[in-house]
Every structure is written in C-alpha cells, then in structure tokens.
C-alpha cells in the first residue's frame, strides 16, 4: 500500500556484506610456473602470428640488430599474463629491460622470467621460419621452468627441471641417443650483429667445417639448444648471447641429457653457451679451444 505524506520511509533491506575473494597467486612449484609460462607464450603467439600488413623495424645494437612493433606487443602480452598470476615477480626481457619486484614484496619465493617475445626477429621480418617465443622461469638461481615455442614448425617445447624435456608434436619425454663421432656431427653455431667479431666467427666457422659433417645457422639460439635435444643437430655453440637468448632452450637441452656450460666449460652466464651430448662435449671444447673460438 502506497505510503502516505508524512509517514517513514520504509526500512532498506540490508544485504550481507560482499568481499571480493582474493586473487589465487599461481605458487613457485615448478611445474606451476611452466604452466604459467605455457599460458603467457599461447598468448604471445596469437599476438605475434598474424603479421601486420606493415612491419615498424627499428634498430639497436647494429644496424642488422632489428626489433619490431610485435617483439614490443608480444613482450607487453607475456608481462601481462605473468603479473596477473604473480605481481611481485621480477621480469627480465630483451625490449623492456627489467622490472624489478615491488618494494616490500616477499622474497621467499621470489621467481625471475627470462623473456625473449621473438628470439630471431631477422627471420621473422623476413618471414622466414626459425623464430619462437621463448620463456624462462628461475627459482634460486637457477631456471625450473622454460618453455620454447616455435609457431613455424607448430611445436612447443617446455621442461621441468628434474622432471624431463618434451615437444608438444612427440610422445614421451626427449632424450638423446648416443652421437656420432666429432667428424661426423651436425654442428648449429650462430653470429654476432658486430661487423668485425662475425669476421673473426667467420674464420673460426672455416676452420671447424672440414672437421665435422657440415654447419648449421637458424638464427635463434633457442631453438638451436632445442635442436640438440630434439636430436635434429648434435652439437650448437656461440658467442655473444644474453641470458634471454638461452634460458629457456638450455633448460630443455639439459633435461634431454645434454650437457650444456659456457664455451670454455665454465658455468652459464659469461655469454657463450655449448650444448652437446656428454660423451662428445669434452672433444668440442678442446676443438673449440684450438681454434679459439671463446675469444672471439
């Protein structure tokens, strides 16, 4: 019955209090990061997939050293799906440097994401297979998870460590069967953007050649260390990388049982990687040594 002039408002309902529920934060477990990291890489890619009628090409380093609107649109995407699930994370990618986690952010499970959005750009302005996105998760100092995809070829590869290496177009997990001698091995190296040290690598690649079955040069240090483990070279080596370039793929590389350190046999991290089997990696590097390829 409609309320007459004067008379109380009726009482308002009240409603139970609604919180919002809290983000679930995906945890540090490595196999809860590789599925992060499976997630930000299936995005990066449909970003990445459909190229532009137009391509915005920059240089950096050199002027063979491109970055495109798309490595920039792909890194922004994978940042975005990480800090969704984990906002006090530090990233470290190869376009946007690194973002450090929040102030007061607690460090006890602290993950760093090594990110390259398009780990061989040159081919990918080139429309060229032999790029991928690759995506590095590392809990303690060392990568746990990693994940490398190759849109090209439509595989991805991904690892736990401790828990094996896979691609996502073979059943079971990848492991290396026993090599061929140095002489008769499928060697994968890679070049610098500077004029004068791809000279030097030149002269190094020349020497090696008639020592081995024949080079191999894909362009993206990723793909080449997940070449190794998938068996389709036996041998990659170079110098010059950063720790974007071969997080992900030397994870993959080790957990398919290859042995993987720096050019000279050293711990990752001085900007040269070797990845080969174990009975042949020794025979590499004094090879490699002979022939100075460390310093060049």
């Not at 890619?45 to 915005?56: C, D, N």
């Not at 995809?149 to 290496?165: C, E, I, K, M, Q």
């Amino acid at each position: 019955r409609p309320g007459r002039v004067g008379d109380d408002p009726p009482p308002r309902r009240r409603h139970p209090t609604r919180t919002r529920p809290a983000p679930v934060r995906v945890s540090a477990e490595p196999a809860d990061l590789l599925s992060l990291a499976r997630r930000a890489a299936d995005a990066a890619v449909a970003t990445v997939r459909e190229r532009p009628s137009a391509l915005e090409v920059d240089t950096k380093s050199s002027s063979t050293d491109m970055v495109t609107q798309m490595d920039r649109a792909a890194e922004e995407t994978i940042r975005a799906v990480i800090l969704a699930d984990r906002p006090d994370d530090r990233i470290v990618g190869e376009e946007m440097g690194d973002r450090p986690p929040p102030t007061g952010a607690d460090d006890a499970d602290a993950v760093t994401w090594w990110i390259d959005p398009i780990d061989g750009t040159t081919n990918y302005v080139y429309d060229h297979p032999g790029w991928n996105v690759s995506i590095a998760a590392e809990l303690g100092g060392r990568t746990v998870a990693a994940v490398v995809a190759d849109p090209t070829h439509g595989r991805t590869y991904s690892a736990v460590r401790g828990g094996g290496a896979e691609v996502s177009d073979r059943p079971g997990l990848l492991r290396l069967v026993d090599p061929p001698p140095l002489s008769h091995a499928l060697v994968a190296t890679g070049f610098s953007y500077d004029p004068a040290r791809r000279h030097r690598q030149g002269l190094v690649v020349a020497e090696l050649l008639p020592r081995v079955r024949d080079i191999r040069r894909m362009g993206a240090a990723a793909l080449d260390l997940c070449s190794v483990a998938a068996g389709r070279v036996d041998v990659y080596f170079e110098v010059g990388l950063s720790p974007w370039d071969i997080a992900a793929g030397s994870l993959v590389a080790e957990e398919a049982g290859a042995r993987v350190a720096a050019i000279d046999g050293g711990p990752l991290g001085t900007g040269s990687v070797l990845a080969a089997h174990p009975a042949l990696f020794d025979e590499v590097i004094g090879l490699l040594d002979e022939l100075g390829a460390a310093s060049v």
